[in-house]
């Protein structure tokens, strides 16, 4: 008889054979069984073949494969398959506080570079590090196993899991109610404003206090109309004032217990009264104008809405904004653009916002179709590249992985909903307590929140549809009009597989144009590991968002627009289209103007333009710099770029951000080259 055991990390502990019984019982009482002395006598069997068999301390791992032995040999098979699930599953809890640790200590050294917008001092480390803790829980306790395997393998991406029993991801918040009303963000009520400077000033704790409640972007869907009624009697100079200190306010109040500035986005340029158009231009004017020293701002992302009637044409009562809102992107990279006559977008007049993300939330399966007060409660995201590497060729074998994987998003999801809808109002005190989700309004502290998340909605991502195609095809949807319809054809599939679920779950399930900042470097990384080097696949850092032509690829503006812009109507929970200038196009706006008109004709529903922007932070100097500022001499430069809908400082990219980056093909400013 032994009277120790050798443990995993090498310590030698006692042996204790209660503890083997009580495995044995509770893998028993999992099937089915109450039998506690039989567990005894199958400890006892376990014991003795170990007696006879081992010669000095044994392993815990020698143990656990004897008491697997002894139940399947002894005639308790279903047992045995519970001991064994319960086994892996205690091994990927232990592997994954080995990995929470590792993880811990990179943390402690820089944070990581998931979100470009978290900084690296002390709270963004405090938060990181419980980020890392809650992923870990989530997948090892809460997650069903088959969904949860699905993520660590990288078949599909569960987006912001640290979040994921928490909170909810974002809101088109509902500013003219809370302005008019007043509110109560924690220790007082706050009463409406009378003066548009008070107005701004509220608007900027508005988005702090609710992002403080939850995970995502926060967005105003009417920011110019929502405001007018307090432009009365203000000078123009006060306007500005009034939107400059919101600017300076949205760069500089964090949230998130310090560790970064509110995600926040504004939609503007289709109210006409003369308010609120002295709105829109004040906030035009003032961003345009940049920070105190002229640096590009980062915050807030500007959606400047375009709308035949109300400012597309000469005539048309808001066409002088629009050529403003065009001057200042061609400068500043925003405002981005939002397309209301698209096909998809014009059945709701200019009702429909979007998010700097890409985020789009309006048909509603339980109320009025309307933004304001409503969000995307949470979404993942499906890897594209990996079926179609798995199928190897095979098309019908493409689509039978893809319809179980969208299956198993949709449950994940529902169950991801579950979750949320167990939440109380008083978990999120501003978000539900002020009543800024729809539905909210009559619920109290302890109600359960599920009669206003049914509002939101629940999104399945893609990333890689060229890389796809390419494993499927051998030519991505720019290099063969095949692939492009083949590509048109998976992404419809995945639509119609999408509203199948919203009937089945009776919940607002839509499809989503990923905005792969984490994921598409992830799947990449992985499915390398998996498959190997395929060249045209996974010989990248990364996998192309969503239905993008690569970015590497040599293409006009032009036929970007017109590949791309056929998929914004299948993607109703948000799309994105970008071109790539070579600089800052202001002295060029008729090009801006004409990709902006192509973009129109091409039914795109949101997209922006991209180019570079590096300033010198010891002098000032604004353009194209490489190493060092031809100015000054100085090589402290500020780099700002758009990543995923939002801009940031290249600093701050990931690995294969800075990679995609690097690879981005620009896009000649030509007028006229759409033959």
Same mark, same amino acid.
């Given at each position: ?256 217990? &310090? ?314 929970? &948000? ?101």
């Amino acid at each position: 008889m032994f009277s120790s055991i050798r443990k995993r990390d090498g310590r030698i502990v006692p042996f204790d054979q209660e503890k083997i019984t009580e495995a044995i019982f509770k893998a028993a009482r999992a099937v089915g069984g109450e039998d506690r002395k039989l567990a005894a006598e199958l400890s006892q069997a376990v014991v003795e073949y170990l007696v006879k068999k081992t010669t000095g301390i044994p392993m815990v791992e020698e143990v656990q494969d004897v008491v697997e032995k002894i139940l399947i040999e002894t005639g308790h098979a279903k047992t045995a398959k519970a001991y064994i699930l319960y086994r892996d599953r205690r091994t990927r809890i232990r592997e994954g506080k080995s990995d929470l640790m590792d993880t811990v200590a990179d943390i402690l050294i820089e944070t990581s570079r998931d979100n470009a917008n978290v900084g690296n001092g002390p709270s963004s480390k405090m938060l990181q590090i419980a980020s890392a803790a809650s992923k870990q829980y989530y997948l090892s306790r809460l997650i069903p196993e088959d969904l949860s395997q699905l993520h660590i393998s990288a078949d599909m991406h569960i987006h912001d899991l640290d979040f994921y029993g928490k909170t909810l991801n974002c809101i088109q918040i509902p500013l003219g109610r809370l302005l008019q009303e007043g509110f109560d963000n924690g220790h007082g009520y706050i009463r409406p404003p009378k003066r548009i400077g008070s107005a701004t000033a509220l608007a900027a704790i508005i988005l702090q206090s609710s992002q403080n409640d939850m995970f995502g972007g926060q967005s105003f869907a009417h920011f110019d109309k929502d405001m007018a009624p307090f432009v009365d009697g203000a000078s123009d100079d006060e306007i500005y004032q009034a939107m400059e200190g919101l600017v300076y306010n949205l760069n500089t109040m964090h949230s998130r217990a &310090g560790a970064q500035v509110p995600f926040s986005s504004l939609n503007l340029g289709t109210e006409t009264s003369p308010e609120g158009r002295a709105v829109t231009r004040a906030l035009l004017a003032a961003y345009g104008r940049g920070l105190g020293r002229g640096e590009s701002p980062i915050f807030p992302n500007i959606i400047f809405r375009i709308k035949r009637g109300v400012n597309l044409e000469p005539g048309d009562p808001n066409y002088d904004l629009f050529q403003l809102a065009m001057a200042v992107a061609s400068r500043r990279l925003n405002p981005t653009f939002g397309f209301m006559d698209s096909s998809y977008n014009a059945p709701y007049g200019d009702e429909v916002g979007y998010m700097g993300c890409r985020t789009r939330v309006i048909s509603n399966r339980h109320g009025a179709a309307v933004s304001t007060g409503r969000g995307n409660l949470s979404f993942t995201t499906l890897n594209l590249p990996g079926l179609a590497i798995k199928a190897n060729g095979s098309i019908e074998e493409f689509y039978t992985g893809l319809i179980r994987l969208i299956d198993k998003a949709g449950a994940q999801l529902y169950h991801r909903f579950g979750v949320q809808a167990r939440l109380k109002v008083k978990d999120m005190p501003f978000l539900m307590g002020q009543h800024l989700y729809m539905g909210s309004e009559h619920l109290g502290p302890q109600d359960p929140i599920e009669d206003a998340i049914k509002h939101g909605t629940l999104s399945i991502g893609f990333v890689g549809l060229a890389e796809a195609l390419k494993s499927l095809t051998g030519a991505h949807h720019a290099e063969d009009p095949a692939a492009q319809q083949l590509g048109l054809e998976i992404i419809g599939f995945i639509r119609a597989q999408v509203d199948a679920l919203a009937n089945r779950y009776d919940l607002n399930y839509t499809l989503l144009a990923t905005p792969a900042e984490q994921a598409a470097g992830r799947f990449a990384l992985a499915d390398r590991k998996r498959f190997g080097i395929i060249s045209g696949v996974t010989d990248k850092e990364y996998y192309t968002n969503s239905y993008h032509v690569p970015v590497g690829y040599p293409v006009t503006m032009f036929d970007k627009m017109r590949l791309e812009g056929s998929y914004h109507k299948l993607a109703n929970a &948000g799309h994105i289209s970008y071109v790539e200038f070579p600089s800052p196009p202001q002295d060029n706006q008729e090009a801006v103007e004409a990709v902006l008109r192509h973009m129109a004709a091409s039914d795109v529903g949101y997209a922006g333009i991209n180019f570079p922007i590096d300033e010198c932070r010891g002098c000032g100097y604004t353009g194209v710099i490489d190493d060092a500022c031809p100015k000054c001499g100085s090589v402290s430069i500020r780099r700002v770029r758009r990543i995923t809908g939002y801009l940031s400082t290249v600093d701050r990219f990931n690995d294969s951000k800075q990679a995609e980056l690097r690879d981005r093909v620009k896009h000649a400013m030509i007028v006229g080259s759409k033959g």
